[in-house]
């Protein structure tokens, strides 16, 4: 079946530090690919998406690359703030059998961006 | 509008209670899901509607009955609960039908049963 593994958390730095958070997945066919971001307190958020190989999402200085490849889609962010303190999930979304349109999560890497 | 809503935002009822949570869109989806989420782990899915019909139910328990009255509104109807269904509630709305499409989720319904 379908599965995501994240790093495991939680993931500490300092403002300003670069972030990477590292996910591969395992999938039969060509899944879409997401990352999406928990508050404390929230519900989940869409950061970005990729839908092909070698596409790359971005959004709020975050990026990552759908890699084939190596079963990859990993997150990074140049220059992290306060803010950006939250839970980062990993998810694909397969067209095939009875995994059809479901997102299986990845457990989850909880990032603390100290002042 | 780009929301979805949910409500109540926070419930504490007791093993004999019969609740409901209710969940709201406008974006014109037609695909809306409920989801349980435990402190610390990603969210396990529970049932998707697909215009309107009950597409998958991931072996959900019977005290647990969703309801999707029209487009736009989905409920989640609770009933002789256990202190181990305590939980945050999410639900989720999409375009039906495509991989790709993602998920825009609500705030979540904070459940204590007691």
């Known amino acids: 079946g379908n599965s995501v593994t994240q790093m495991e958390g939680p993931v500490t730095l300092s403002e300003e530090a670069f972030l990477t958070i590292n996910c591969t997945y395992t999938?039969?066919?060509?899944?879409?690919l997401f990352w999406y971001v928990q508050y404390p307190g929230e519900g989940l958020q869409l950061l970005l998406k990729?839908?092909?190989?070698?596409d790359k999402g971005s959004n709020k200085g975050f990026e990552a690359t759908y890699r084939k490849e190596t079963t990859s889609f990993h997150l990074e962010k140049g220059s992290v703030q306060v803010s950006d303190s939250a839970v980062y999930f990993c998810?694909?979304?397969?067209?095939?059998?009875?995994?059809?349109?479901?997102?299986?999560f990845g457990a989850g890497t909880q990032v603390v961006v100290t002042p | 509008d780009t929301e979805v809503t949910q409500t109540p935002k926070h419930l504490v009822m007791g093993m004999t209670n019969k609740k409901s949570l209710k969940c709201e869109q406008h974006?014109?989806?037609?695909?809306m899901y409920w989801y349980k989420q435990k402190a610390k782990k990603p969210p396990e899915l529970m049932f998707v509607?697909?215009?309107?019909?009950?597409?998958i139910n991931e072996s959900v328990p019977s005290r647990f009955s969703p309801e999707c009255p029209n487009s736009s509104l989905l409920n989640l109807h609770l009933h002789a609960l256990q202190p181990e269904d305590s939980a945050l509630y999410l639900c989720?709305?999409?375009?039906?039908?495509?991989?790709?499409?993602?998920?825009?989720f609500g705030p979540g319904t904070r459940l204590t049963v007691l």
């Open positions: 990729a839908t092909k190989a070698d």
């Open positions: 989720a709305s999409s375009q039906a039908g495509g991989v790709g499409n993602e998920q825009f």
């Open positions: 998810a694909l979304s397969s067209a095939y059998g009875d995994s059809w349109g479901k997102l299986q």
């Open positions: 999938a039969t066919g060509y899944p879409s």
């Open positions: 974006m014109g989806h037609r695909a």
């Open positions: 509607y697909s215009y309107e019909k009950l597409s």
